[in-house]
Antibody, heavy 119, light 108 residues
């Protein structure tokens, strides 16, 4: 069974770039059987899809974040990453990396990591 | 932008049936998925493709679809079912993922 673990700074300054990495175990990130996504959740609020990356390397991003988001894959490390630029306090949230056996839903979730944007 | 609408809260007594709705214009074209999230935990998929139940999910969880509304039904609600529930689908093109705002299920 696939397991995912987020890592990265828990505190980012406004206007800087948020960078997170997700390490995948129990399966190959380059397997065509999975899709890889990032989802976030501000405290006390709902889930927001950030984007996904296919094993081909192509991506889909939430239109509301597209100008600031980059998702990439490092197959040599079995990891995928999120970069979100020009962050503000509104980007403070728990960030989840997620693996999916279908393009349509999300079945393997990391535990989530809290990222706070503050000076 | 496309939105899915859920009631903010639903309350039921133990043993009763809870129904949580989710409305969206593209739901006749796109499947819906439901997630359960307990405090401090990641969401768990409980229903996929409107009405299918993943392995390990209790039979009391079921889903249905009618036009622009999908419904998650929990029969014989137990205290452990108290959680936030989110519907999820896609826009009409199937490219962008959308979540509903979430419904807090309270077991009285």
């Amino acid at each position: 069974q696939v397991q995912l673990q987020e890592s990265g700074p828990g505190l980012v300054k406004p206007s800087q770039t948020l960078s997170l990495t997700c390490t995948v175990s129990g399966g190959s990130i380059s397997s065509g059987s999975y899709y890889w996504s990032w989802i976030r959740q501000p405290a006390g609020k709902g889930l927001e899809w950030i984007g996904r990356i296919y094993t081909s390397g192509s991506t889909n991003y939430n239109p509301s974040l597209k100008s600031r988001v980059t998702i990439s894959v490092d197959t040599s490390k079995n990891q995928f990453s999120l970069k979100l630029s020009s962050v503000t306090a509104a980007d403070t949230a728990v960030y989840y990396c997620v693996g999916s056996t279908s393009i349509n839903y999300f079945d393997y979730w990391g535990q989530g990591t809290l990222v706070t944007v503050s000076s | 932008s496309y939105e899915l609408t859920q009631p903010p809260s639903v309350s039921v007594s133990p043993g009763q049936t809870a129904r949580i709705t989710c409305s969206g214009d593209a739901l006749p074209k796109q499947y819906a998925y439901w997630y359960q999230q307990k405090p401090g935990q990641a969401p768990v998929l409980v229903i996929y493709k409107d009405s299918e139940r993943p392995s390990g999910i209790p039979e009391r969880f079921s889903g249905s679809s009618s036009g622009t509304t999908v419904t998650l039904t929990i029969s014989g609600v137990q205290a452990e079912d108290e959680a936030d529930y989110y519907c999820q689908s896609a826009d009409s093109s199937g490219t962008w993922v959308v979540f509903g705002g979430g419904t807090k299920l309270t077991v009285l």
